[in-house]
């Protein structure tokens, strides 16, 4: 069995009995090294737990995270955890492979594991035991964030430096309060995809205030007027992205910002338009989805400023966690906008 | 009395993103905008930054060389350049058509008083419609020769502002060689201090822009364990390889009055010195940084005059093969000497007289059509105090060594014994590695990316300073007096080797030998 382990779990999942699972792993390397070629590197720089339900979510993020550990290695654990199954537990070995430099394969181990019913509460030690050591773990919750199960989840997010969770799916401000708990009481810090997806309409609006005559204007930031493009108006997670970009800039600014929402249904969803007034000036900044730019063009007497052009970044969720995991130090702003984004998100509802 | 320029309070809205800084818009003239400098380096670098977002909106290029170029014609040609050579290439036309809009071009010659007032009328037009407030950066990528000239103009035309008298800030950027000996180095600089301030001045060695180069810093003072064993009681020896596999290709002409230790030696090599010596600096900028650098530079021991052998070796390539392709013989390149005494490869020994470095010798050798392209640093340790395990058969313990690769395939790798599994004891090498390709995938900046930005933000931490500059040069002089007077030819090795057996005779000596990079 040892002879082709590796190259079974390059190609797909293996079963493995959930109490050898390091052992299986340790076997699966060596059986790379058995003909002395050496052919694979092997890579962490993170341990990626997910937490799923569904089948559905489990492939979701096992097909996420094998391409995410492409651009950041990592140790990939994903978790199906459904206390309302059938009490079992299983696990599955994997090998995430890609093409680095010089030809040489770097690969990276992904672990499944399946728990039902009363076996769901063995998943967090044996989370804990899997976990590389003195590396940073990413908890990514798959789905809406758990009300119940406070222990559970306590227990599992522990070890975790960062929560990452996609607000996007959230369907009412308290799971914002919940992302804010844990921002406030534990040591992980939470990451969210929301919030990640705006990092270029950041970078449009703070090239507004780069050059020299427009570093003091933020202060008389008056108002700002965001539209978007969502599936559903009147879900609360597809407004959240609106309102984390209102929510920063009035953080940022400290100044007295009215806000106007636009929401439409439309493809292509997440911001589309953003004006932003100023005391002598305003500033407009417009995504160009056929060139993947954000335009910015600042506007007012006595300004001669050049047009600034923003590349589009890519939505998708498995580039959103890499630029997660790029970011060595914990996000400093986010636990800062979320107390504002849910004022604001209660002002409008 | 002088007046310092207002510095501007941080945008607040750049905090938390991947741009944490963006200079301020100014216009960027390059000297020799038609050369093989700018086309493979500097434009394709330029169109990068503006690709990843690290330019302002209103970043100015001006070109100014001799042919006669339209606008557009020079934003085709730059075009095609980035092309070929840029990092983020193929071009992304969104990014090429805002960045095209900021790239001009004026036609003249370096030594034209009317083409500078041209230039002059061009950048002024500029500060009205893209917002570049009279900030100006001038990069000379032209032989060292026309510096004089250029300054000149530039100073003679109001083209040079203070900033320490309140206004916008002027810069200039040039390439090595700085001088070909102390004289002449001096001369550059003084010409230099003629029109711009030392602070003005950015010389650039692209060897600093590169990660590993400044990951060396990193590694020696973000963490904890190696600080303590970097010094003479610890480390037995070190070695510093740049290895070439090309020849001297179409660079025949300059390369036989340079040589490779005015080449090479003189500003990367001792560049790599330096930083690998240096103590902890009292901060992360400009002069602290530099001002460990120069002390080390202080402290390299002369040459033994008339006994200069001893300490160095120069080579110079016969043909032979290179990565299995036939290469000739220095002598046979284009635009070469037949009967050249220029050296193609250097190996010295030097020593750094201070407290932590005392009789540790660092050996260095840098040549060209060596066996392949390699820059190296290796710290080799000395070993265990007390030799268990050497008393026990078959035992052979080997000294510690942390190699850092500067290119190719960047990395750190360090070497230790371990046990072979088994009843008995024996020992075998084994490294433990780590590559930036592997763990952090993506494709670093090109060293001109990082340099070109640093130059806008105003940081010389990365650049020469003229004391470092003048120096190397005073430690160098004597060695190159002392060959330039030898009236024997360098020391023969083939093509493809690595370099002549006097260079590994000079480690044998010491009883040691050179490590195979």
């Known amino acids: ?224 007027r965001i539209t978007a493009n969502v599936a559903d108006e009147s879900y609360f997670g597809e407004r959240i992205e ?108 | 009395m002088s007046v310092v320029t207002p510095t501007l309070e941080p945008n607040p809205l750049r905090e938390g993103l991947e741009q944490e800084r963006v200079p301020e818009a100014s216009c960027l003239v390059i000297f020799g905008a038609s050369g093989d400098l700018t086309h493979r ?4 670098a330029l169109y990068s930054l503006a690709h990843d977002g690290l330019l302002p909106a209103g970043q100015t290029i001006v070109g100014f060389a001799r042919p006669d170029y339209s606008d557009d014609a020079f934003r085709m040609d730059i075009k095609e350049a980035c092309n070929k050579y840029a990092r983020t290439r193929p071009v992304d036309e969104s990014v090429w058509e805002n960045f095209a809009k900021g790239l001009f071009y004026v036609q003249g010659t370096f030594t034209d008083p009317a083409a500078y007032n041209r230039l002059n009328a061009k950048l002024k037009e500029c500060d009205n419609t893209r917002g570049t407030g009279g900030r100006r950066i001038y990069y000379l990528a032209v032989p060292p020769q026309f510096f004089p000239t250029i300054s000149e103009l530039l100073g003679a035309e109001g083209m040079v502002s203070d900033p320490e008298r309140g206004g916008p800030y002027t810069r200039v950027i040039i390439e090595k060689p700085f001088g070909r000996d102390l004289p002449t180095a001096k001369e550059l600089n003084r010409v230099a201090v003629t029109t711009f301030r030392e602070r003005q001045v950015f010389r650039i060695d692209h060897y600093l822009g590169k990660e590993t180069v400044q990951n060396l810093l990193v590694l020696r003072f973000a963490n904890g364990i190696f600080e303590p064993f970097w010094n003479r009681q610890y480390i037995d020896h070190v070695q510093l390889t740049v290895a070439e596999s090309i020849g001297v290709e179409k660079r025949g002409g300059y390369f036989d009055t340079a040589g490779i230790t005015r080449d090479i030696v003189q500003n990367h090599m001792l560049q790599l010195l330096s930083l690998t010596a240096m103590e902890p600096p009292v901060a992360f900028d400009a002069d602290a940084v530099r001002d460990e650098k120069v002390k080390v530079l202080r402290a390299l021991r002369e040459f033994p005059r008339g006994r200069e052998e001893e300490m160095a070796v120069r080579g110079q390539y016969t043909e032979g093969s290179v990565l299995g392709e036939l290469a000739p013989g220095y002598r046979q390149e284009e635009s070469v000497k037949p009967d050249s005494k220029t050296e193609t490869f250097a190996a010295v020994k030097v020593f750094i007289d201070n407290w932590r470095w005392a009789d540790v010798p660092f050996y260095i050798r840098a040549g060209k059509r060596l066996p392949k392209r390699v820059t190296d640093i290796s710290i080799q340790f000395r070993p265990a105090p007390y030799p268990l395990f050497k008393k026990l058969p078959g035992v052979q313990t080997q000294p510690n060594v942390l190699a850092i690769r500067i290119q190719p395939d960047e990395g750190i790798a360090l070497k230790f014994d371990s046990k072979v599994p088994g009843p008995t004891v024996r020992t075998a090498p084994v490294t433990m590695e780590f590559r930036y390709a592997t763990s952090f ?20 931490t990365l650049f020469a300073r003229r004391d470092e500059v003048e120096t190397a040069w005073a430690w160098l002089d004597p060695l190159l007096r002392a060959w330039e007077s030898d009236s024997r030819p360098p020391k023969p090795y083939s093509a493809g080797t690595w370099g002549p057996q006097e260079a590994d005779d000079m480690l044998e000596r010491d009883g040691r030998k050179w490590r195979r990079p």
């Open chain 2, 441 to 460: 995938g993506a494709e670093p900046p090109e060293a001109y990316e990082r340099l070109l930005l640093e130059t806008m933000l105003g940081d010389s």
């Open chain 2, 41 to 44: 380096k500097l434009l394709p």
């Open chain 1, 1 to 224: 069995m040892t002879e082709n382990l590796f190259e079974r779990a390059a190609a797909g999942q293996v079963r493995v009995d959930y109490s050898a699972i390091e052992r299986t792993l340790a076997e699966m390397w060596l059986a790379d090294g058995t003909n002395d070629q050496h052919t694979v590197t092997r890579a962490a720089l993170w341990n990626v737990v997910a937490h799923t339900e569904t089948h559905q979510h489990h492939s979701h993020a096992s097909d996420i995270l094998s391409k995410a550990a492409a651009a950041v290695p990592q140790r990939t654990i994903i978790v199906r955890a459904d206390p309302k199954a059938a009490d079992e537990m299983s696990s599955y070995i994997s090998a995430n492979c890609h093409l680095g430099g010089e030809g040489k394969r770097v690969c990276s181990e992904e672990i499944a594991i399946v728990a039902g019913g009363e076996r769901v509460r063995r998943v967090p030690p044996l989370v804990n035991a899997l976990l590389i050591p003195d590396m940073p773990v990413a908890f990514w919750w798959v789905g809406d964030l758990p009300h119940e199960n406070a222990q559970y989840v306590q227990t599992l997010l522990e070890p975790a430096d960062r929560l990452i969770v996609d607000s996007v799916h959230f369907n009412d401000p308290g799971d914002l309060e919940l992302v804010k708990r844990v921002a406030d009481d534990s040591g992980t810090a939470p990451a969210d995809l929301n919030w990640i997806r705006l990092e270029e309409w950041r970078t449009a609006a703070a090239s507004v205030f780069d050059p020299p005559e427009m570093r003091d204007k933020l202060r008389s930031l008056k108002r700002v």
């Open chain 1, 242 to 349: 609106s309102l984390f970009f209102a929510s920063w800039l009035m953080a940022m600014s400290e100044a007295e910002v009215d806000c106007t929402f636009d929401l439409r249904r439309a493809e292509n969803r997440g911001l589309v338009r953003v004006e932003l007034e100023l005391e002598e000036s305003k500033a407009t900044i417009e995504r160009d989805q056929e060139k993947c730019v954000l335009s910015t063009t600042i506007d007012g007497h006595a300004l001669n400023l050049p047009d600034a052009v923003t590349r589009s970044k890519a939505r998708n969720i498995d580039e959103l966690i890499v630029r997660v995991l790029k970011q060595p130090n914990r996000d400093r702003l986010l636990p800062k906008i979320l107390p504002v984004a849910l004022d604001l998100a209660r002002q409008k509802k």
